[in-house]
């Protein structure tokens, strides 16, 4: 059989890396887990819905399923430089590269915050560095 690795970057084969996520079949533990998912869901595309529905309700705001859908980037790869998880609270710093529609390459550095509703890892927000 054929392994197919995960776009995250984590070296696992996709189908028990980001597609459970992705499918539905299982929730994210971490919040590694989750900004690993979340990226293939942005790099594969087609995936909005999870996009939202592991967005938190506080601040997913008028997001909308089109917006998520967009495919005018191609996202290279993800590098997490690093992530702490306290509690019902987390946070992981990564950097993802991507082209735009011209073939341009971009770095989207971001700090990302989570939170942990019962049971349920979901996104905050993000703060931006795109200096680096």
Same mark, same amino acid.
């Given at each position: 059989m054929l392994m197919a690795l995960c776009v995250c970057g984590s070296k696992k084969d996709y189908s028990v890396c980001c597609k459970?996520?992705?499918?539905?079949?299982?929730?994210?533990?971490? %919040?590694?887990?989750?900004? &690993?998912?979340?990226? @293939?869901?942005?790099?594969?595309?087609? =995936?909005? /819905?999870?996009? #939202?529905?592991?967005?938190?309700?506080?601040?997913?705001?008028n997001i909308k399923r089109a917006q998520l859908n967009t495919s005018e980037f191609r996202w290279d790869s993800l590098q997490i430089l690093g992530?702490?998880?306290?509690?019902?609270?987390?946070? %992981?710093?990564?950097?993802? &590269?991507?082209?735009? @529609?011209?073939?341009?390459?971009?770095? =989207?550095? /971001?700090?990302? #915050?989570?939170q942990r509703l019962k049971g349920v890892w979901y996104y905050l927000n993000g703060q931006l560095d795109n200096q680096r």
């Open positions: 459970p996520f992705l499918t539905g079949k299982a929730k994210a533990r971490t %919040v590694r887990q989750l900004v &690993r998912s979340r990226y @293939a869901a942005y790099a594969i595309g087609g =995936h909005a /819905e999870y996009l #939202l529905q592991t967005w938190h309700p506080s601040t997913a705001g992530y702490q998880q306290k509690g019902n609270l987390g946070q %992981v710093e990564f950097i993802a &590269r991507y082209k735009d @529609a011209e073939g341009e390459d971009h770095i =989207h550095h /971001e700090i990302s #915050l989570f």
